[in-house]
């Protein structure tokens, strides 16, 4: 009876020790597996409304910037499955499978990424010219939600950047998420940005841009011409600009015509037309080439006012001219004149004298007066003398020196 008692309780201790051995076991490859999951495996939270119809549709919500458990809150909440891929990292869910307003069944498993966000900075270009823009933009990885729900209510996040450009000046904090900027010296520049949203801030990577110096451009020259530079008012004039050297495709031209007009042409020569009032204007050209402007010479317009209509011309003589008739008259009348002179002298030349003049004359005076003339004395060699008869007086006079001598009055006694 004692043999058979013992018999029993040896059994009942052993089997009490197999299944401690076999729960211990189980307990720690449990733990083991928990601990150490395969890289391929997924938690797949099951759905907690059993009873609901799958073949219904409903929106995959938007999950970015959630933590775990509240995304997956509102997986359960829209009636889908959560899928977590094993991990040790914290953070929020940076990214998801479907996309946020997808139309999948109730039931279906949304895959969901957790991880830290990221403020990701790039440039359009990764050198540049002095004082020639760059773009910088700055992109949130996850995007940020359209809201976040706390534990009160759902609110729209906003966000504030700040660009930090590495040559003691920075851009923000903006609502922007892409700024340009330049710079003034050659050298390499490293850019960096930072985010904040509400109490939280986050710091971008670092781009670095290199700035070089630009490659000298040509000098070039302009040089205007206007025609004609003396118009009445209603008149036009066309400017010609002449650049030296030969400009670029894509060079315009702007002509200012100093009455307050201007014209834009990618021609280099242009028409213009002035108006009233008379007065002079200043022409100038200038001349974009690569972004850069030259100014013309300027040039001078002088702008009249039309002349009032006046009398009709004079009519002119078909003959000679006033003047030319009188030149002639008077070249005829001096013609004459010397023509009449001359036959006149002809027509009084003294006789010629005998070869022989008595040396004396006499004389008898008779009544009434007498004229007598003497021509040519100087060929009489002796002084004449004049000789009257008793009872009659005479008055003579000779001027031997004259050639001509006169008795100029007698009379008798």
Not at 70 to 98: F, K
Not at 106 to 131: C, D, F, H, R, Y
Not at 206 to 221: A, D, G, L, M
Request: proline share 11%; charged share 15%.
């Amino acid at each position: 009876m004692g043999w058979y008692r013992a018999k029993l309780m040896f059994r009942g201790a052993l089997t009490a020790t197999l299944i401690q051995t076999v729960l211990g076991v189980w307990i720690f490859l449990a733990s083991v597996s928990a601990q150490n999951p395969p890289a391929s495996n997924k938690i797949i939270h099951p759905l907690q409304q059993p009873g609901v119809n799958e073949t219904t549709l409903t929106t995959v919500p938007e999950l970015y910037w959630q933590d775990e458990r509240t995304a997956i809150g509102r997986l359960e909440e829209s009636h889908l499955r959560a899928m977590v891929p094993p991990q040790t990292e914290t953070g929020i869910v940076i990214s998801q499978t479907p996309a946020p307003g997808t139309q999948v069944k109730i039931g279906t498993a949304v895959s969901i990424t957790i991880g830290e966000p990221q403020l990701v900075l790039k440039a359009s270009a990764p050198s540049v010219k002095i004082n020639q823009n760059v773009e910088f933009t700055a992109t949130l990885e996850p995007p940020l939600p359209s809201s976040l729900t706390t534990a009160r209510e759902s609110v729209r996040p906003q966000a504030r950047y700040t660009f930090n450009w590495d040559d003691n000046t920075q851009t923000g904090p903006t609502a922007s998420d892409n700024s340009p900027h330049s710079y003034s010296a050659a050298r390499a520049y490293n850019v960096s940005a930072k985010v904040q949203i509400g109490n939280f801030s986050l710091a971008s990577n670092v781009v670095t841009v290199t700035v070089e110096n630009p490659v000298q451009p040509p000098s070039y020259r302009v040089n205007l011409k206007v025609a004609p530079t003396k118009i009445e008012t209603g008149g036009q004039v066309v400017a010609s600009a002449t650049v030296t050297p030969e400009p670029p495709l894509g060079t315009s031209y702007i002509f200012s015509w100093g009455d307050g007009k201007r014209d834009t042409s990618q021609s280099p020569t242009a028409p213009h037309e002035y108006g009233p009032p008379a007065k002079r204007h200043l022409v100038q050209v200038f001349v974009n080439i690569n972004g850069a402007e030259i100014r013309s010479n300027p040039v001078v317009i002088d702008v009249t006012a039309p002349l009032p209509p006046g009398p009709g011309p004079t009519p002119q003589p078909t003959g000679w001219p006033t003047w030319q008739i009188v030149v002639a008259v008077a070249v005829a009348v001096l013609i004459l004149g010397g023509a009449y002179k001359l036959i006149r002298s002809k027509k009084s030349a003294p006789a010629p004298q005998p070869p022989h003049v008595p040396e004396s004359l006499s004389v008898i005076a008779k009544p009434g007066p007498i004229h007598y003339t003497i021509q040519k004395p100087e060929a009489i060699r002796a002084r004449p003398s004049v000789g009257i008869r008793s009872g009659c007086t005479i008055q003579t006079s000779l001027k031997p020196t004259e050639g001509i001598a006169r008795k100029r009055s007698a009379s008798n006694g």
